[in-house]
RNA sequence: GCUCGGAUGGUGGAAUUGGUAGACACGUUGGACUUAAAAUCCAAUGACCAUUGCGGUCGUGCGGGUUCAAGUCCCGCUCCGAGUACCA
């Protein structure tokens, strides 16, 4: 019979299940820890083996805090809104909420098949309305705040409107929309309310406002700048176009500065936290005013070069912006136009292909410089972008190679003001280096010395100022689907009003069609009269329109990202319908003490995460500034992809061996399930897979045919992938949660392949039968001797710390050398394999347990204490050291580990080898490392 | 282009942070047990030379350097991966 891995495994599933062992309490004298996963879109694929990497490594610390003395929280749910099951409703009228619940369930079959220790009893779906109730009631609370930068935290809109009234908007510092004038109090009081209204819209943390959107006409829909990878959509690949469109933004880059100083806190990968300090793009640099000759106007400026202003020889201005339109000369206006409209043609992805073209057109108009009051032309250019900064750029030829290219293309002078430098082939970047010259005051200055002169220059004479700038870019939060929370507000005359929280959850409406209306309006508009009735506090639908009270609702619906941007706080009080966490639960768990997820959330969920994490840490509703204490990224399992080869034209394929040249051979992928572990096709399997196969020629190579080998990602079409529950069935759940850890480090990606699993499945046979020969129970009560002492201590120790180091696969290795030791010292004593299971039990649950049963324990391991390591076992008294002479390794000489330096040296010289080496030369010194090596030197 | 990671046997990967490189596994080869197969166990396995001697030489992408000692530290390259990109 021997390790019955099936029944064992379904045996303690559903013994837990039926006991909620992994049940975790809001009220626990034991210390707290809460060890999360970036929860799965339930996607119609199901899971891959690549999928629970993640949830076993977090599984086993999980378990192994528990061990610990931890009260562990280690929940999952489902990012349940999202493109795939909208698009099959689209295609085949299905509701997204069946769809999304047939794909739950099975990937909650797979998960449980796994053993992981999840209290289910918290599971959360974002497209459930008791969970995007809070979804929405965050949307609300950012409607209702502002940024106040004195304070430097969000602050209630109604300290706004006091202010307003008081003192108007003069002395105010806060973060607002591009555009807003200034008005004082009497003026603020003499506006009307719609006036007052879209003033404050410009000072709340979401907004409505008309963007330059990313359109995708495909997805029919509007793509945040992280859905767009080279100018194409995330998914599908579609183009994408630049539309105008009134969309809901989440004001981010008013905590720009405090996301970039959280991240000196958190314990998250360097690479990760670089990404995002990149991300939010920090430059520290002036704003310059030029006046514009014969004009009220002034152009406004970002330079990190301020010390380069008496290299200017020309503006450039986005040609997006309105100011051209005013500005540009009635000589020039056909010109500018027509290029204008030219840009406007441009898809973002030509735009970027043709980054080495210089493209633009003179204004007419000119600017005088602030200082040496010369005349320089203004000119538009596409390589001005729009929406960085302020849209416009003093170009210095002599020190920034773009300028530099433009200037060349256009024939601009270019006016070298850097000392001892040649500028006749290409710019002068390198600002470290740089000594300013024919600069007037700033003549023979450096870099820094420059850039502190000037700026207080400018600011003297108003025409400038120091300042900051971040490439970060409000977060467009509007999306035109049907799939996703909807958006609380309704309008009244085109202004938007919030519902309250009493009001929500505002749940989606039911719709025949998923597409956007004829009109062009979102699916929601597909809805019969979605409207929201003020008096009856309700949701309209179908029903006559009483003009008076009745109010179109918001058509749009919520980003992927809005759900997952704090759904780790519900899982602290999943169930509770009163409040977003209990007050109990939140002091309780307070924060995740180890996120674990990919790094392709880098910028997407992880920063749009901290920025809600520290608005609602600003109204006082969480604890703490950061969610998530620690995080690591595990890497992913990459897919084996096989390929056949086709000799063209004919239904003939030849066997990789047989391969010379792949010169004119078409490679097709085939499912890999069809090789085996040598790479040979079954090629009968084939014919049978596939009608295109049924009549296929097979040139075999000495009677097998073989197929080449691609590591790529896994997916459905590739063919490549690999199915847990086929390895669970084959294998068992323990030797698939022990070969994934054992496959490489957690945060590397790597491929799968199924033919070492034997090795892993091979150590638990021998581990199954430490404890049982033919069937028979065979441990004993004997003492276990010192050397079955030494092997198990060690082990704990080295377990132990590569748990504590996230080094799984090491520690899978250690298991390996522990069993084959006590195997071939015939250890069968209780002592040791008690302590043993119980070290075993995070990696190997099932098994751990029904050992630990048959050890004749009654309660089950899940919170038993960690075993200790004895250090007094694991003293050696003597050791063989490594002798070498200058370095080269000769021979070893076995010591008593308490000698005392004078001591080894002498039993070193009495060794006859030691003689012939030194040959007759006295040692120069001696290099004794205590436990390690005698290095003498001669 | 910029930023951040990597590069160790046929393969996945170890190496106490400067101290016997290649742990552990896969694969391969040979052997034991079997009528046979499966399963299990044992041995060998970086390369080259010597294998009736227990040994020697070279070896962590390439070229230098520091050190008694370098996969590990320093300088200069090459290649691969990830992120980002007219960001002024």
């Known amino acids: 019979m021997g390790y019955d891995f099936n029944s064992i495994e379904q045996k303690w599933r559903a013994y837990w299940a039926k006991n909620q062992t992994f049940k975790a309490d809001n009220h626990s004298e034991k210390p707290k820890y809460y060890i999360m996963d970036m929860f799965p879109y339930p996607s119609g694929a199901g899971l891959h083996v690549g999928h629970p990497l993640g949830y076993i490594a977090s599984d086993i610390f999980a378990r192994y805090k528990r061990h610990q003395g931890f009260n562990v929280l280690h929940p999952q749910g489902y990012d349940s809104f999202g493109l795939p099951a909208e698009q099959y409703a689209i295609q085949t009228g299905q509701h997204p909420a069946k769809t999304t619940q047939e794909n739950i369930a099975r990937y909650r079959d797979q998960l449980d098949q796994m053993g992981f220790s999840f209290d289910w009893s918290r599971e959360v779906r974002t497209s459930n309305p008791d969970f995007y109730k809070w979804t929405q009631w965050i949307f609300l609370l950012l409607f209702d705040h502002y940024y106040c930068n004195d304070e430097d935290k969000a602050l209630p809109i109604s300290h706004l409107v006091l202010r307003f009234e008081k003192e108007g908007n003069t002395t105010l510092n806060a973060v607002c929309s591009a555009g807003i004038e200034s008005f004082s109090a009497a003026e603020w009081n003499a506006f009307i309310e719609s006036k007052k209204e879209e003033i404050l819209l410009g000072y709340r943390l979401t907004y409505l406002s008309e963007t330059e959107v990313n359109w995708c006409a495909e997805l029919g829909t509007v793509l945040a700048n992280d859905e767009i990878i080279n100018g194409v959509s995330e998914r599908g690949g579609y183009p994408v176009t630049k539309k105008k469109m009134k969309q809901w933004s989440m004001r981010i880059g008013a905590y720009a500065e405090r996301l970039l100083k959280g991240l000196d806190e958190i314990d998250w990968p360097e690479s990760l936290k670089e990404m995002q300090r990149n991300w939010i793009g920090k430059s520290i640099g002036a704003k310059v005013f030029f006046q514009i000759e014969g004009h009220e106007e002034k152009i406004e400026v970002f330079t990190t070069r301020p010390d380069t202003l008496f290299g200017v020889t020309f503006m450039t201005l986005a040609p997006e912006l309105e100011l051209v339109q005013k500005i540009t000369h009635p000589d020039h206006k056909d010109d500018v ?77 270019i006016k070298n003001i850097f000392k001892g430098v040649s500028i006749e082939k290409e710019a002068f970047t390198d600002k470290e280096n740089t000594t300013i010259d024919n600069s007037d005051f700033l003549t023979g200055l ?35 689907r049907y799939w996703g929370e909807p958006i609380p507000m309704y309008y009244n005359e085109q202004m938007p009003q919030p519902l309250t929280l009493e009001d929500l959850p505002l749940e989606l409406p039911e719709v025949e069609n998923y597409l956007p209306t004829s009109e062009g309006a979102p699916p929601l508009g597909n809805a019969e009269k979605w409207a929201w009735d003020t008096v009856s506090k309700k949701v309209v639908v179908n029903e006559k329109i009483d003009h008076q009270t009745v109010y179109p609702l918001e058509l749009n619906t919520m980003p992927g990202w809005a759900g997952s941007s704090w759904y780790f706080y519900r899982y602290m009080d999943a169930q509770n319908s009163d409040v977003f966490v209990g007050k109990q639960a939140m002091e309780y768990w307070r924060e995740v003490d180890l996120y674990l997820g990919g790094s392709e959330h880098a910028t997407g969920h992880l920063l749009y995460s901290r920025f809600w994490q520290k608005f609602l840490f600003d109204l006082g509703i969480v604890p703490v500034e950061e969610y998530a204490k620690k995080l690591i990224n595990q890497g992913m399992i990459l897919g084996t992809s096989a390929f056949i080869y086709r000799k063209p034209g004919t239904k003939t394929y030849v066997s990789k061996d047989l391969l010379e040249t792949e010169e004119g051979i078409e490679p097709i992928r085939v499912d890999v399930n069809l090789v085996n572990a040598s790479d040979e096709l079954d090629t009968e399997g084939l014919r049978k897979w596939q009608s295109q196969f049924e009549t296929a020629e097979f040139e075999m190579h000495e009677g097998v045919f073989k197929v080449g080998r691609e590591v790529e ?115 069968h004593s209780r002592e040791i394999l008690s302590p043993l299971t119980l070290l075993l039990s995070p990696f190997a649950p099932h098994l751990a347990e029904e050992i630990w049963q048959k050890l004749g324990n009654t309660s089950t391991l899940i919170n038993q204490p960690y075993p200790e390591v004895n250090e007094s076992y694991l003293i050696e008294d003597s050791k063989n050291y490594p002798v070498s002479f200058n370095g080269k390794m000769r021979f070893t000489i076995p010591l008593a580990l308490s000698l005392e330096q004078e001591e080894i040296k002498k039993a070193v010289l009495d060794d006859a080898r030691t003689a012939e080496y030194l040959q007759g030369k006295a040692p120069k010194k001696w290099i004794i490392v205590p436990n390690k090596i005698i290095n003498i030197v001669y």
């Open 446 to 480: 450096s870099y820094q010395e420059a850039t502190d002169k000037v700026i207080e220059a400018l600011e003297e004479k108003e025409c400038g100022t120091g300042t900051i700038n971040y490439r970060l870019r409000d977060a467009i939060f509007s999306r035109q």
């Open 713 to 827: 990602k896994m997916s459905k079409s590739k063919y490549n992938v690999v199915n847990p529950d086929e390895i669970c069935n084959q294998y068992g759940a323990d030797t698939l949660r022990m070969f994934e850890m054992f496959l490489g480090p957690v945060e590397q990606a790597k491929p799968w392949n199924t033919a070492g699993i034997s090795g892993v499945h091979n150590f638990l046979k021998k581990y199954w039968r430490l404890f049982f020969k033919d069937d028979q129970w065979i441990v004993t009560e004997e003492k276990p001797g010192k050397k079955e002492l030494k092997v198990l201590h060690e082990t704990i120790k080295k377990v132990t710390t590569d748990i504590e180091n996230f080094s799984f696969n090491t520690c899978v290795s250690s298991f390996m050398i522990c069993v084959n030791e006590l195997t071939s010292l015939n250890c």
């Open 337 to 413: 136009e027509a290029y204008i409209s030219e840009t406007k043609q441009r898809t973002q992805r030509e735009r970027m292909a043709d980054v080495k073209n210089s493209t633009g057109v003179f204004t007419g108009s000119y600017v005088i410089h602030p200082f040496d009051g010369s005349r320089i032309p203004i000119w538009i250019g596409d390589y001005v972008l729009a929406d960085y900064g302020t849209g416009a750029v003093m170009a210095v030829p002599c020190g920034d190679q773009r300028d530099y290219d433009f200037a060349k293309h256009f024939d601009i002078p």
